[in-house]
């Protein structure tokens, strides 16, 4: 084998796009283009796109036009660079294709109907019929390499694929899919990225079988250098069908991202069946396909199977109560105007958290996918998190932790990317013995780039973004620049264009532990651009709103620092001690009152208060000092002092949330469902159902509950529909399930949430009727859209970091 040429391969790649969908949706595939001058073979291009479209190889032709207008010229390589192409499958332009969405549904065409380059590829016959063990004497090295030792034979339709042989090749010839007509011989490297869909042998008009790398992701620039484009050994005894339809068998996993996006269109999908029919599958029809063929898309669309089974469970609508649907339901719990009824009674909004988020199709979370799905199920109230990078102009990008590791493929901290360039990334699992499981360095690339505000925001992006409600969860000194950004940012661009963010319905969230006071946020405004209140008003159209969290750390910090309690002796009995319940109740009251007296300054001025208690609380008894576990009213141990100080403050925590319910009607309150990022399999001697969240600063994954009596509080935040008192919005991780629990427990049932005062969740719930209890039971069973299960590919990676 000749040296090859040594090049430097970009890595371009060259986006080919159907002309019948929407702009949104119609990412046909992407070709890499690893051609000199960052180029795709025009044929081979065609035989790729031909082999999804229909098999139309031989009337498809590409243009750089929606419309067929500019069309490339036949032949010529096509220039990534200059932009996307979109693929026509015949003359006629406005011809609306259909395509093949999987390998089990594609038909192998006659001899004769083959790509002419493989029509005219020259195979010398086989001296004699033989069984794929005869393909080490036959070839007697490797078709690729020509190297003799490790070779091993390949089937080019893989032996697993009988059934498809059996359909498209023979029914009853013998030795069928193990003869050596569908063999050729691999060296054992080769023949390993061979089944992986690396590379594919793809013949060529010059009458030449090559190397085509298929997957440049999946293999290292050497690879490339080595071997892409490299002209492959002579064949003999192979059938030029098996050969086209191992192409085929690589190609149909090329389209995986148009599969995934189709999940959130909201049109049909024109597609050919197996049986030669043509049908257009509805929205619905088609992710019932998807969830009912899970196995087979895995294979057939590209999803490496160590992605794709960590997370098998697709979002599913729970069960509700007979004379409810699930559209009324929506409706009622994800309004378009939902700011708008925050004065009124009741108020109920479920906000999707960190969008609507699918790990089973691969929509991660913080993405602009994740707003469309949700989108698509009507779903219109979305919380989202929000950094800014000081490196890039303080741009706003959407991402929960501090590093990229869970959700790109940079291990590193946002600081040192270039967010406008980040793509997102499915990770599977990675489970060593002895360790906690983590995200592993390997990962699928996904076809959206970490998205910014300026993404979320725009109707061009986001279609249906102008209905929805988002929350914008602001960490640090992010949460006074998006006050400062939202209210004194023109109402027109410089030239004179309406300005669509200004007509967007924001809540704006910040923390008490990054402003424990007003004057924090005051003094953080002014450095920000200038200060809010009374300087720079709120403009009523803007109809953002802010909410403000608050944790108890800052108010038991106030309160140490007032009786002068140094944190070296804050130790739970010293606590317990020190800090009286009504020490504790007085310290959050003034605290939080502090910031709705601020709404005095400015009328349009909107709070809405967060106060974070998990309901451990209910179960502390002022005046014993005694505390109980709230789901099953067990008595918790005296030993147990921290828990039973957290029970204090939580009581303290809750009594302020209902006092302030009742000195201020207009006010709106807030909460958060809290469930895993990751629940583990109930399998391999793994803790069952062990539950495990991100840490926020390293995006390390780590135990969701502590164990005994330090895990209630993580569990009673688990809960769907709330405890007492209940929040006008939640923010939930499975919003549906929120909305069931609402729906059982407070419009079928009616129960009296005050009653959790007294008695434990189980003995409240059991007032229900049976029907009620069972469902409940079930909604705040396993998580399972983010439950792992199946093998897990635990030591071999997809791509190297």
């Not at 490339?224 to 098996?242: A, P």
């Not at 979002?315 to 309004?335: A, C, F, G, N, V």
Request: charged share 25%; hydrophobic share 35%.
């Amino acid at each position: 084998m000749s040296a090859p040429k040594p090049l430097h391969f970009p890595r371009g790649i060259l986006t080919v796009r159907h002309p019948h969908y929407h702009p949104h949706f119609n990412t046909l595939l992407e070709l890499p283009a690893l051609e000199e001058g960052n180029k795709v073979n025009y044929n081979v291009a065609l035989i790729i796109c031909g082999i999804i479209a229909d098999n139309s190889w031989s009337t498809g032709w590409f243009a750089r036009s929606r419309d067929g207008n500019k069309i490339c010229k036949q032949g010529i390589p096509i220039d990534a660079a200059s932009g996307d192409v979109y693929y026509f499958a015949k003359r006629d332009q406005d011809y609306k294709y259909p395509i093949c969405i999987s390998w089990a549904d594609w038909r192998l065409p006659k001899a004769d109907d083959l790509p002419s380059a493989f029509s005219k590829l020259q195979i010398d016959p086989p001296q004699r019929a033989s069984y794929m063990g005869d393909v080490n004497e036959r070839d007697q090295s490797c078709r690729a390499s020509g190297i003799i030792d490790s070779c091993e034979p390949a089937c080019l339709v893989p032996a697993s694929e009988k059934e498809w042989w059996n359909s498209n090749v023979s029914e009853t010839s013998e030795p069928g899919i193990l003869s050596a007509l569908n063999g050729i011989l691999l060296r054992a490297d080769m023949h390993q990225s061979f089944n992986a869909g690396k590379w594919m042998p793809m013949a060529t008009e010059e009458g030449r079988l090559r190397i085509y790398v298929v997957r440049p992701a999946y293999v290292s620039t050497q690879f490339i250098q080595l071997w892409h484009n490299t002209e492959m050994k002579k064949l003999v005894g192979v059938d030029r069908s098996c050969l086209f339809a191992r192409v085929a068998y690589a190609v149909l996993s090329l389209q995986h991202e148009f599969l995934a996006i189709r999940h959130l269109a909201s049109d049909n999908l024109l597609v050919r069946t197996k049986d030669g029919e043509q049908k257009e599958m509805t929205p619905t029809e088609f992710r019932q396909f998807d969830a009912a063929h899970s196995s087979n898309l895995t294979k057939s669309t590209g999803f490496p199977n160590s992605i794709r089974r960590s997370f098998p469970h697709v979002r599913q609508y729970p069960e509700l109560p007979s004379k409810y649907d699930w559209k009324t339901q929506i409706t009622k719990y994800s309004m378009p105007n939902f700011g708008d009824l925050l004065h009124q009674k009741p108020r109920n909004g479920v906000f999707c958290h960190r969008g609507y988020y699918d790990r089973a199709m691969n929509i991660p979370e913080n993405s602009v996918f994740s707003i469309l799905n949700g989108i698509d199920r009507g779903l219109l109230l979305h919380e989202v998190d929000l950094r800014t990078n000081t490196g890039e102009g303080d741009l706003f990008f959407l991402a929960h932790d501090e590093t990229a590791c869970r959700v790109t493929s940079k291990d590193r901290k946002w600081s040192s990317i270039n967010i406008r360039e980040a793509e997102l990334a499915a990770k599977h699992l990675k489970m060593e013995l002895g360790e906690c499981p983590d995200f592993a360095s390997s990962y699928m690339k996904m076809i959206e780039k970490v998205p910014t505000m300026e993404d979320l925001l725009n109707p061009d992006i986001v279609t249906g973004c102008g209905d929805c409600y988002f929350q914008l969860d602001l960490r640090g000194d992010a949460f006074p620049k998006a006050i400062n950004y939202f209210t004194e940012h023109p109402t027109s661009d410089n030239d004179g264009k309406h300005n669509y963010r200004n007509n967007f319905k924001l809540f704006l969230k910040g923390y008490n532990l990054d402003f424990p006071s007003p004057k924090d946020l005051e003094k953080r405004l002014a450095v920000s651009r200038g200060p809010i209140w009374g300087v720079a008003p709120w403009v009523k159209s803007h109809q953002v709103r802010i909410i403000m969290v608050f944790y108890a750390k800052p108010f038991i910090d106030y309160a140490m620092e007032k009786r002068n309690i140094s944190p070296a002796d804050a130790t739970p009995k010293k606590l317990l001690e020190k800090l009286d319940y009504n020490i504790i109740y007085k310290t959050v009251m003034e605290q939080v009152q502090s910031f709705i007296e601020m709404r005095s300054t400015n009328p349009s001025y909107e709070l809405v208060l967060e106060i974070v208690h998990s309901g451990l609380g209910l179960g502390y008894d002022v005046a014993t000092g005694t505390a109980r576990n709230p789901l099953d009213g067990k008595p918790i141990d005296v030993k147990e002092e921290e828990v039973i100080f957290d029970s204090r403050v939580d009581r303290a925590m809750i009594d302020v949330s209902v006092d302030l319910r009742e000195r201020y009607s207009d006010l709106s309150f807030a909460s958060c469902t809290r469930l895993c990022d990751v629940r583990l399999p109930e399998e391999d001697g793994l803790p069952e159902g062990e539950e495990l969240v991100a840490n926020i600063k390293t995006g390390k994954l780590e135990p969701k509950l502590l164990k005994g009596a330090k895990g209630i509080r993580a569990k009673l935040r688990s809960i769907h529909g709330g405890l007492y008192p209940q929040s006008d919005i939640v923010v939930a991780d499975d919003p549906l399930a929120e909305i069931a629990a609402r729906t059982w427990i407070d419009e079928c049932a009616k129960l009296d949430r005050s009653k959790l005062l007294d008695l434990s969740y189980n003995d409240w719930l059991k007032k229900a009727a049976i029907e009620v209890q069972e469902a409940v039971k079930k909604l705040n069973g396993p998580f399972l859209p983010n439950t792992v299960e199946g093998p897990q590919d635990r030591y071999k990676d997809i791509v190297e970091r």
